[in-house]
Protein backbone atom coordinates (compact mmCIF):
# COMPACT_ATOMS: atom_id res chain seq x y z
CA UNK A 1 0.00 0.00 0.00
CA UNK A 2 1.41 3.55 -0.97
CA UNK A 3 0.37 6.45 0.27
CA UNK A 4 0.14 9.79 -0.74
CA UNK A 5 0.64 12.88 1.14
CA UNK A 6 0.32 16.51 1.04
CA UNK A 7 3.78 18.41 0.95
CA UNK A 8 4.89 20.78 3.39
CA UNK A 9 8.36 22.27 4.32
CA UNK A 10 11.53 21.07 5.31
CA UNK A 11 14.23 22.87 7.74
CA UNK A 12 18.00 22.32 7.79
CA UNK A 13 20.19 21.71 10.89
CA UNK A 14 23.60 21.58 10.82
CA UNK A 15 25.94 19.08 12.26
CA UNK A 16 29.86 18.83 12.13
CA UNK A 17 29.31 15.22 11.30
CA UNK A 18 27.02 16.05 7.96
CA UNK A 19 27.93 18.95 6.18
CA UNK A 20 25.42 21.03 5.21
CA UNK A 21 23.80 21.11 1.55
CA UNK A 22 21.85 23.90 -0.23
CA UNK A 23 19.42 21.18 -1.24
CA UNK A 24 17.22 21.63 1.10
CA UNK A 25 13.05 21.58 1.80
CA UNK A 26 11.30 24.05 3.27
CA UNK A 27 8.48 23.83 6.06
CA UNK A 28 5.83 25.45 7.40
CA UNK A 29 3.92 24.68 10.91
CA UNK A 30 0.80 22.82 10.51
CA UNK A 31 -1.89 22.86 13.34
CA UNK A 32 -1.77 21.05 16.56
CA UNK A 33 -3.44 17.68 16.25
CA UNK A 34 -6.23 16.44 18.41
CA UNK A 35 -4.04 14.42 20.77
CA UNK A 36 -1.99 17.44 21.41
CA UNK A 37 -2.68 18.57 24.75
CA UNK A 38 -1.66 19.76 27.97
CA UNK A 39 -2.17 17.70 31.47
CA UNK A 40 -4.43 20.62 32.42
CA UNK A 41 -6.15 20.89 28.95
CA UNK A 42 -6.58 16.91 29.17
CA UNK A 43 -9.15 17.45 32.14
CA UNK A 44 -8.18 14.32 33.62
CA UNK A 45 -9.28 12.54 30.08
CA UNK A 46 -7.33 9.24 29.32
CA UNK A 47 -5.25 8.85 26.09
CA UNK A 48 -6.60 5.66 24.22
CA UNK A 49 -3.94 3.58 22.57
CA UNK A 50 -4.08 0.24 20.12
CA UNK A 51 -1.06 -1.88 19.88
CA UNK A 52 -0.14 -3.76 17.11
CA UNK A 53 1.38 -7.21 17.31
CA UNK A 54 0.85 -9.58 20.50
CA UNK A 55 4.45 -11.44 20.46
CA UNK A 56 7.14 -11.30 22.80
CA UNK A 57 7.63 -7.48 22.43
CA UNK A 58 4.08 -6.25 22.25
CA UNK A 59 2.86 -7.76 25.18
CA UNK A 60 6.01 -6.89 27.49
CA UNK A 61 4.84 -3.02 25.72
CA UNK A 62 1.24 -3.90 26.53
CA UNK A 63 1.89 -4.32 29.95
CA UNK A 64 3.82 -1.26 30.42
CA UNK A 65 0.88 0.43 28.85
CA UNK A 66 -1.39 -0.75 31.66
CA UNK A 67 0.72 0.90 34.45
CA UNK A 68 1.05 4.32 32.69
CA UNK A 69 -1.21 6.96 33.91
CA UNK A 70 -3.86 8.25 31.97
CA UNK A 71 -3.55 6.45 29.28
CA UNK A 72 -5.87 3.20 28.18
CA UNK A 73 -5.54 0.65 25.60
CA UNK A 74 -8.71 -0.10 24.22
CA UNK A 75 -7.64 -2.55 21.22
CA UNK A 76 -4.69 -5.32 19.87
CA UNK A 77 -4.31 -7.33 16.98
CA UNK A 78 -2.00 -10.18 15.64
CA UNK A 79 -2.22 -11.83 12.29
CA UNK A 80 -3.18 -15.13 14.77
CA UNK A 81 -5.99 -13.81 16.20
CA UNK A 82 -6.13 -16.02 18.87
CA UNK A 83 -2.81 -14.12 20.39
CA UNK A 84 -4.73 -10.81 19.65
CA UNK A 85 -7.73 -12.86 21.85
CA UNK A 86 -5.14 -13.82 25.06
CA UNK A 87 -3.28 -10.23 25.16
CA UNK A 88 -7.08 -8.56 24.98
CA UNK A 89 -8.23 -10.93 27.75
CA UNK A 90 -5.27 -10.85 30.00
CA UNK A 91 -4.73 -7.07 30.11
CA UNK A 92 -8.30 -6.13 29.85
CA UNK A 93 -8.37 -4.43 26.68
CA UNK A 94 -11.72 -4.60 25.27
CA UNK A 95 -11.74 -5.32 21.28
CA UNK A 96 -9.22 -7.38 19.09
CA UNK A 97 -8.25 -8.04 16.34
CA UNK A 98 -6.38 -10.17 13.56
CA UNK A 99 -5.90 -6.91 11.45
CA UNK A 100 -3.51 -4.09 11.69
CA UNK A 101 -5.77 -1.62 9.92
CA UNK A 102 -8.64 -2.36 12.25
CA UNK A 103 -6.49 -0.92 15.52
CA UNK A 104 -4.70 2.09 12.88
CA UNK A 105 -8.30 3.28 11.54
CA UNK A 106 -9.96 2.94 14.96
CA UNK A 107 -12.09 6.28 15.58
CA UNK A 108 -11.03 5.47 19.37
CA UNK A 109 -7.39 5.36 19.06
CA UNK A 110 -5.42 8.44 19.39
CA UNK A 111 -2.21 6.51 19.44
CA UNK A 112 -0.49 3.24 17.93
CA UNK A 113 2.22 1.13 18.97
CA UNK A 114 3.85 -0.96 16.03
CA UNK A 115 5.65 -4.32 17.48
CA UNK A 116 4.59 -6.32 14.00
CA UNK A 117 8.07 -8.06 12.54
CA UNK A 118 10.37 -5.25 10.71
CA UNK A 119 9.11 -5.80 6.75
CA UNK A 120 5.40 -4.42 7.72
CA UNK A 121 6.74 -1.12 9.88
CA UNK A 122 7.28 1.42 7.52
CA UNK A 123 3.52 1.34 5.89
CA UNK A 124 2.16 0.68 9.38
CA UNK A 125 4.20 4.22 10.36
CA UNK A 126 2.63 5.60 7.01
CA UNK A 127 -0.75 4.56 7.91
CA UNK A 128 -0.68 5.67 11.68
CA UNK A 129 0.32 9.01 9.85
CA UNK A 130 -2.38 9.16 7.45
CA UNK A 131 -5.21 8.49 9.98
CA UNK A 132 -3.29 11.17 12.48
CA UNK A 133 -2.58 8.41 15.04
CA UNK A 134 0.97 8.90 17.11
CA UNK A 135 3.34 6.71 16.88
CA UNK A 136 5.62 4.12 19.08
CA UNK A 137 7.33 1.97 16.69
CA UNK A 138 10.13 -0.41 17.20
CA UNK A 139 13.28 -0.28 15.28
CA UNK A 140 13.54 -0.58 12.84
CA UNK A 141 11.86 1.77 11.40
CA UNK A 142 12.59 0.35 7.32
CA UNK A 143 15.61 -1.54 6.50
CA UNK A 144 16.07 0.97 3.43
CA UNK A 145 16.82 4.27 4.01
CA UNK A 146 14.59 6.17 1.82
CA UNK A 147 11.52 4.20 2.80
CA UNK A 148 12.51 5.30 6.18
CA UNK A 149 12.73 9.28 5.47
CA UNK A 150 8.95 8.37 3.96
CA UNK A 151 7.99 6.93 6.74
CA UNK A 152 9.33 9.81 9.02
CA UNK A 153 7.81 12.70 6.98
CA UNK A 154 4.78 11.24 6.76
CA UNK A 155 4.57 11.75 10.35
CA UNK A 156 5.94 14.99 10.45
CA UNK A 157 3.77 16.11 7.54
CA UNK A 158 0.80 15.05 9.33
CA UNK A 159 1.92 17.15 12.96
CA UNK A 160 1.48 13.12 14.86
CA UNK A 161 4.46 12.13 17.26
CA UNK A 162 7.03 9.34 16.30
CA UNK A 163 8.82 7.31 18.99
CA UNK A 164 11.50 4.41 17.65
CA UNK A 165 12.37 1.85 20.54
CA UNK A 166 15.95 1.91 20.74
CA UNK A 167 15.90 0.31 24.40
CA UNK A 168 19.62 0.47 25.53
CA UNK A 169 19.10 4.19 25.97
CA UNK A 170 16.56 3.74 29.06
CA UNK A 171 18.70 1.12 30.91
CA UNK A 172 19.46 2.04 34.22
CA UNK A 173 23.16 1.15 33.69
CA UNK A 174 23.49 3.23 30.33
CA UNK A 175 21.60 6.03 31.86
CA UNK A 176 23.87 6.05 34.31
CA UNK A 177 26.59 5.87 32.32
CA UNK A 178 25.44 8.78 30.62
CA UNK A 179 24.12 11.19 33.14
CA UNK A 180 28.31 10.68 34.67
CA UNK A 181 29.38 12.21 31.08
CA UNK A 182 27.12 15.05 31.13
CA UNK A 183 28.17 16.23 34.83
CA UNK A 184 31.39 15.32 33.51
CA UNK A 185 32.25 12.87 36.85
CA UNK A 186 35.34 11.18 34.36
CA UNK A 187 36.16 14.60 32.74
CA UNK A 188 36.23 14.83 28.84
CA UNK A 189 35.52 11.58 27.17
CA UNK A 190 38.74 10.36 25.47
CA UNK A 191 37.00 6.50 24.47
CA UNK A 192 34.59 4.55 24.67
CA UNK A 193 33.79 0.77 24.50
CA UNK A 194 30.86 -1.15 23.81
CA UNK A 195 30.15 -5.20 23.25
CA UNK A 196 27.45 -7.34 22.71
CA UNK A 197 27.54 -11.05 22.83
CA UNK A 198 24.16 -13.20 22.85
CA UNK A 199 24.19 -16.59 24.57
CA UNK A 200 23.47 -18.95 21.47
CA UNK A 201 23.00 -18.14 17.47
CA UNK A 202 19.86 -17.26 16.10
CA UNK A 203 18.69 -19.88 13.19
CA UNK A 204 19.35 -19.94 9.66
CA UNK A 205 15.93 -18.92 8.81
CA UNK A 206 15.97 -15.84 11.25
CA UNK A 207 19.50 -14.41 9.86
CA UNK A 208 18.69 -14.92 6.23
CA UNK A 209 16.76 -11.61 5.40
CA UNK A 210 17.37 -10.09 8.38
CA UNK A 211 19.61 -7.31 7.04
CA UNK A 212 22.76 -8.89 8.87
CA UNK A 213 25.13 -8.17 12.06
CA UNK A 214 25.31 -4.73 11.78
CA UNK A 215 21.97 -4.05 11.31
CA UNK A 216 20.13 -6.38 12.93
CA UNK A 217 22.41 -6.61 16.16
CA UNK A 218 25.02 -3.85 16.15
CA UNK A 219 22.81 -1.03 15.36
CA UNK A 220 21.68 -0.89 19.01
CA UNK A 221 25.26 -0.47 20.30
CA UNK A 222 26.14 2.04 17.46
CA UNK A 223 23.31 4.06 18.00
CA UNK A 224 24.51 3.55 22.34
CA UNK A 225 28.08 5.00 20.66
CA UNK A 226 26.41 8.15 19.60
CA UNK A 227 24.39 8.31 22.73
CA UNK A 228 26.93 8.53 24.74
CA UNK A 229 29.07 10.63 22.64
CA UNK A 230 26.89 13.60 22.59
CA UNK A 231 27.68 14.12 18.89
CA UNK A 232 27.05 12.89 15.21
CA UNK A 233 29.47 10.29 14.12
CA UNK A 234 32.08 11.04 11.34
CA UNK A 235 33.08 7.60 9.51
CA UNK A 236 33.40 3.72 10.33
CA UNK A 237 35.65 0.76 10.33
CA UNK A 238 34.33 -2.48 10.69
CA UNK A 239 34.88 -6.01 9.84
CA UNK A 240 33.48 -9.04 10.14
CA UNK A 241 33.72 -13.07 10.00
CA UNK A 242 32.03 -16.60 10.92
CA UNK A 243 33.31 -18.33 13.49
CA UNK A 244 29.85 -20.54 15.27
CA UNK A 245 27.64 -21.49 12.53
CA UNK A 246 29.30 -22.55 9.45
CA UNK A 247 25.84 -22.36 7.45
CA UNK A 248 25.35 -18.77 7.43
CA UNK A 249 28.48 -18.26 5.03
CA UNK A 250 26.68 -19.35 2.09
CA UNK A 251 23.95 -15.57 2.84
CA UNK A 252 24.96 -12.40 1.18
CA UNK A 253 26.36 -9.24 2.52
CA UNK A 254 26.90 -9.21 6.74
CA UNK A 255 24.39 -12.43 7.53
CA UNK A 256 27.41 -14.08 6.73
CA UNK A 257 29.16 -13.03 9.72
CA UNK A 258 28.00 -14.08 13.34
CA UNK A 259 30.88 -12.08 14.64
CA UNK A 260 32.38 -8.33 14.29
CA UNK A 261 33.88 -5.32 15.23
CA UNK A 262 33.95 -1.38 14.05
CA UNK A 263 35.63 1.43 15.51
CA UNK A 264 33.84 5.23 15.28
CA UNK A 265 35.67 8.09 15.12
CA UNK A 266 33.37 11.14 16.56
CA UNK A 267 34.43 15.32 16.63
CA UNK A 268 36.99 15.90 18.78
CA UNK A 269 39.18 12.68 18.92
CA UNK A 270 37.00 10.94 20.39
CA UNK A 271 37.08 6.91 19.67
CA UNK A 272 34.52 4.14 19.84
CA UNK A 273 34.97 0.63 19.76
CA UNK A 274 31.97 -1.91 19.13
CA UNK A 275 32.16 -5.98 19.18
CA UNK A 276 29.61 -8.01 18.68
CA UNK A 277 29.32 -11.89 18.46
CA UNK A 278 26.23 -13.99 17.61
CA UNK A 279 27.45 -16.82 20.83
CA UNK A 280 28.57 -16.36 24.23
CA UNK A 281 29.48 -19.38 26.50
CA UNK A 282 29.19 -17.77 29.93
CA UNK A 283 26.01 -16.18 29.04
CA UNK A 284 24.33 -12.77 27.95
CA UNK A 285 26.88 -10.52 27.67
CA UNK A 286 26.23 -6.52 27.44
CA UNK A 287 28.78 -4.10 28.86
CA UNK A 288 30.05 -0.52 28.77
CA UNK A 289 33.20 1.59 29.13
CA UNK A 290 34.00 5.11 28.75
CA UNK A 291 37.52 6.49 29.69
CA UNK A 292 37.68 10.37 30.50
CA UNK A 293 40.23 12.69 31.16
CA UNK A 294 39.62 12.05 34.79
CA UNK A 295 38.45 8.49 35.07
CA UNK A 296 36.78 5.83 33.92
CA UNK A 297 33.11 4.55 34.38
CA UNK A 298 31.77 1.25 32.98
CA UNK A 299 28.68 -1.28 33.49
CA UNK A 300 28.99 -5.15 34.23
CA UNK A 301 26.19 -7.86 33.26
CA UNK A 302 23.04 -8.03 34.98
CA UNK A 303 22.69 -11.08 37.27
CA UNK A 304 18.90 -12.13 38.37
CA UNK A 305 20.21 -12.43 41.82
CA UNK A 306 23.24 -11.03 43.69
CA UNK A 307 24.37 -14.67 45.49
CA UNK A 308 27.92 -15.77 45.12
CA UNK A 309 29.70 -18.93 45.65
CA UNK A 310 32.97 -19.23 47.32
CA UNK A 311 34.27 -22.44 47.65
CA UNK A 312 38.47 -23.37 47.42
CA UNK A 313 38.21 -23.88 43.29
CA UNK A 314 35.61 -20.81 42.86
CA UNK A 315 34.26 -17.79 43.89
CA UNK A 316 31.87 -15.57 41.83
CA UNK A 317 28.48 -15.35 41.05
CA UNK A 318 25.95 -17.86 41.64
CA UNK A 319 24.77 -17.49 38.38
CA UNK A 320 24.85 -16.90 34.97
CA UNK A 321 24.03 -13.44 33.67
CA UNK A 322 20.20 -12.92 32.28
CA UNK A 323 20.63 -14.95 28.95
CA UNK A 324 17.39 -13.31 27.39
CA UNK A 325 17.08 -9.76 25.99
CA UNK A 326 13.84 -9.90 27.39
CA UNK A 327 15.41 -10.67 30.74
CA UNK A 328 18.02 -8.50 30.71
CA UNK A 329 16.38 -5.05 29.27
CA UNK A 330 12.83 -5.53 30.87
CA UNK A 331 13.16 -2.54 32.53
CA UNK A 332 14.08 -0.12 30.02
CA UNK A 333 11.13 -1.68 27.40
CA UNK A 334 8.97 -0.61 29.79
CA UNK A 335 10.64 2.71 30.69
CA UNK A 336 10.85 3.53 26.95
CA UNK A 337 7.13 3.40 26.75
CA UNK A 338 6.12 4.77 30.30
CA UNK A 339 8.06 8.16 29.09
CA UNK A 340 6.43 7.72 25.08
CA UNK A 341 2.82 7.44 27.21
CA UNK A 342 4.03 10.64 29.47
CA UNK A 343 5.44 12.57 26.26
CA UNK A 344 1.71 11.83 24.60
CA UNK A 345 0.04 12.60 28.28
CA UNK A 346 1.90 16.34 28.50
CA UNK A 347 2.73 17.01 24.89
CA UNK A 348 6.39 16.81 25.58
CA UNK A 349 8.51 16.23 23.40
CA UNK A 350 9.54 12.43 22.67
CA UNK A 351 13.41 11.21 24.10
CA UNK A 352 14.20 8.97 20.94
CA UNK A 353 13.17 10.47 17.74
CA UNK A 354 12.13 9.38 14.12
CA UNK A 355 15.58 10.89 13.20
CA UNK A 356 17.24 8.93 15.79
CA UNK A 357 16.35 5.94 14.39
CA UNK A 358 17.15 7.15 10.71
CA UNK A 359 20.71 7.84 11.82
CA UNK A 360 21.17 4.09 13.65
CA UNK A 361 20.30 2.91 10.44
CA UNK A 362 22.83 4.89 8.65
CA UNK A 363 25.70 3.92 10.95
CA UNK A 364 24.55 0.30 10.62
CA UNK A 365 24.66 0.65 6.86
CA UNK A 366 27.83 2.24 6.69
CA UNK A 367 29.69 -0.63 8.83
CA UNK A 368 28.05 -3.09 5.78
CA UNK A 369 29.71 -0.94 3.41
CA UNK A 370 33.00 0.07 5.36
CA UNK A 371 33.27 -4.25 6.30
CA UNK A 372 31.83 -5.22 2.26
CA UNK A 373 34.98 -2.89 0.78
CA UNK A 374 37.77 -2.97 3.70
CA UNK A 375 37.72 0.91 4.56
CA UNK A 376 36.74 3.84 6.43
CA UNK A 377 33.32 4.75 5.24
CA UNK A 378 32.09 8.56 5.47
CA UNK A 379 28.99 8.25 7.25
CA UNK A 380 27.69 10.70 4.89
CA UNK A 381 28.66 8.59 1.86
CA UNK A 382 25.22 6.44 2.51
CA UNK A 383 23.57 9.68 2.91
CA UNK A 384 24.08 11.22 -0.38
CA UNK A 385 22.52 7.98 -1.95
CA UNK A 386 19.09 9.37 -0.95
CA UNK A 387 17.00 11.29 -3.15
CA UNK A 388 13.72 13.08 -3.03
CA UNK A 389 11.29 14.14 -5.27
CA UNK A 390 9.73 15.29 -2.20
CA UNK A 391 9.93 14.61 1.45
CA UNK A 392 7.61 11.13 1.15
CA UNK A 393 8.67 10.36 -2.37
CA UNK A 394 11.87 9.12 -1.78
CA UNK A 395 14.53 6.54 -3.66
CA UNK A 396 18.05 4.93 -3.73
CA UNK A 397 20.26 6.39 -6.66
CA UNK A 398 22.03 3.18 -6.42
CA UNK A 399 19.44 1.81 -7.52
CA UNK A 400 18.94 4.04 -10.47
CA UNK A 401 20.71 4.23 -13.35
CA UNK A 402 19.61 7.92 -14.52
CA UNK A 403 19.97 10.60 -11.96
CA UNK A 404 17.45 13.02 -11.53
CA UNK A 405 18.14 16.59 -13.67
CA UNK A 406 18.97 18.84 -10.75
CA UNK A 407 19.98 16.25 -8.53
CA UNK A 408 22.28 17.50 -5.59
CA UNK A 409 23.33 15.28 -3.07
CA UNK A 410 22.24 15.46 0.83
CA UNK A 411 25.35 14.57 3.16
CA UNK A 412 23.35 15.79 6.24
CA UNK A 413 20.49 13.47 6.79
CA UNK A 414 18.43 16.35 8.59
CA UNK A 415 18.26 17.93 5.63
CA UNK A 416 15.89 15.16 4.28
CA UNK A 417 13.57 15.35 7.21
CA UNK A 418 10.63 17.90 8.02
CA UNK A 419 10.51 19.17 11.18
CA UNK A 420 8.78 17.02 13.45
CA UNK A 421 5.73 18.13 15.45
CA UNK A 422 7.45 19.12 18.93
CA UNK A 423 10.18 21.11 16.57
CA UNK A 424 7.36 22.70 14.54
CA UNK A 425 5.39 23.92 18.13
CA UNK A 426 8.88 25.34 19.10
CA UNK A 427 9.61 26.93 16.03
CA UNK A 428 6.03 28.64 16.78
CA UNK A 429 6.85 29.51 19.89
CA UNK A 430 10.28 31.32 19.08
CA UNK A 431 8.67 33.13 16.59
CA UNK A 432 5.59 34.15 18.52
CA UNK A 433 8.08 34.97 21.51
CA UNK A 434 10.04 37.45 19.06
CA UNK A 435 6.85 39.07 17.77
CA UNK A 436 6.19 39.88 21.59
CA UNK A 437 9.68 41.27 22.72
CA UNK A 438 9.12 43.13 19.70
CA UNK A 439 5.95 45.02 20.49
CA UNK A 440 7.56 46.23 24.21
Known amino acids: MKLSAVLVLICAAGSEAFAPSPNAFRASTRSRSALSMTVEESDGKDIKVGVIGCGRI??????????????????????????????????????????????????????????????????????????????????????????TVEAINC????????????????????KRVKNALGAHEVGDTIMIKLCSRDPAPPPFEYVKGGGGIFADM????????????????????????????????????????????????????????????????????????????????????????TAKIFKNDFTGNADMPYDFFLSRYNEAYVEETIQFCESLVNDSPVPCTGEDGLIALIMAQAADKSAEEQRWVKFNEVVTEVYCADPTNCDLMAQSDVLPEGFRPVTNPRELLLPDVDQQKKNKNGLVNAIKNFMK
Open 58 to 147: GIVHLGAITKAPNVRPVIVSNPTVSKAEKAAADYGVPRFTGDAMDVITDPEVDAVWICSPSQYHAEQIKACAANGKHVFCEKPIATDLAE
Open 155 to 174: CNEAGVKLMIGLQRRFDPNF
Open 218 to 305: AVHDLDMSRFLAGADPIEILALGSCHIDKSIKSLDGSEKFDTASCMVKYPGGVQAMIDVCRQSSYGYDQRAEVLGTKGMIQTDNVYPN
